[in-house]
T-cell receptor, first 117, second 112 residues
Framework: DTEVTQTPKHLVMGMTNKKSLKCEQH?????MYWYKQKAKKPPELMFV???????INESVPSRFSPECPNSSLLNLHLHALQPEDSALYLC????????????????FGPGTRLTVL | GQQLNQSPQSMFIQEGEDVSMNCTSS?????WLWYKQDPGEGPVLLIA?????ELTSNGRLTAQFGITRKDSFLNISASIPSDVGIYFC????????????FGEGTQLTVNP
């Protein structure tokens, strides 16, 4: 099973709202990722969790707050977003880098289409 | 961050034609990945390449890891309408940890 699930599929929120995106995988992967993707552009890495600890934050504004409650779940908490934050938010998972540095293949979820009004 | 040079940017072909796209870089990569993305969906892994010179097939798809480790190509044979989508290459270096470097994508349109 190579499935990563994300909820909700679509989300519309105002700039004063607080919402959360959820991601789940049951492949036994110990690395999970959040990406942001604008239309017809490649995904941009936001955060990486490795063994449930935040290992990479690509200078993402604090209005995005990731959380990894356990090895299968990844959340992205949203607060006071701007209209330019509207995008497709993708979750991915893989095994973390091994001793030789090789990273296992990343598998993506279907994404959450976020619109900020 | 640095991005791969992926070409062509878009392709318009007739059903049944073969397709070729490639990615090049000035840097060496240890892994090359090819993904396909349909509108409103997440990227789906097509082929993963781990060794220089490796040639791997997945049905009508064939991809190769360049011998210099700085490039990769993806071929699609006998295209069908459901091949429509955006194809992304992605490379990974040992020194970059979990980070993938993505190409800008190739938008494929297949006319029936």
């Amino acid at each position: 099973d190579t499935e990563v699930t994300q909820t909700p599929k679509h989300l519309v929120m105002g700039m004063t709202n607080k919402k959360s995106l959820k991601c789940e995988q049951h492949m036994g992967h110990r690395a999970m990722y959040w990406y942001k993707q604008k239309a017809k552009k490649p995904p941009e890495l936001m955060f990486v969790y490795s063994y449930e600890k935040l290992s990479i934050n690509e200078s993402v504004p604090s209005r995005f707050s990731p959380e990894c409650p356990n090895s299968s779940l990844l959340n992205l908490h949203l607060h006071a977003l701007q209209p330019e934050d509207s995008a497709l938010y993708l979750c991915a998972s893989s095994q973390p880098p091994g001793l030789a540095g090789r990273v296992d293949t990343q598998y993506f979820g279907p994404g959450t289409r976020l619109t900020v009004l | 961050g640095q991005q791969l040079n992926q070409s062509p940017q878009s392709m318009f072909i007739q059903e049944g034609e073969d397709v070729s796209m490639n990615c090049t870089s000035s840097s060496i990569f240890n892994t090359w990945l090819w993904y396909k993305q349909d509108p409103g969906e997440g990227p789906v892994l097509l082929i993963a390449l781990y060794k220089a010179g490796e040639l791997t097939s997945n049905g009508r798809l064939t991809a190769q890891f360049g011998i210099t480790r700085k490039d990769s190509f993806l071929n699609i044979s006998a295209s069908i309408p459901s091949d429509v989508g955006i194809y992304f290459c992605a490379g990974q270096r040992e020194t970059s940890g979990s980070r993938l470097t993505f190409g800008e994508g190739t938008q494929l349109t297949v006319n029936p």
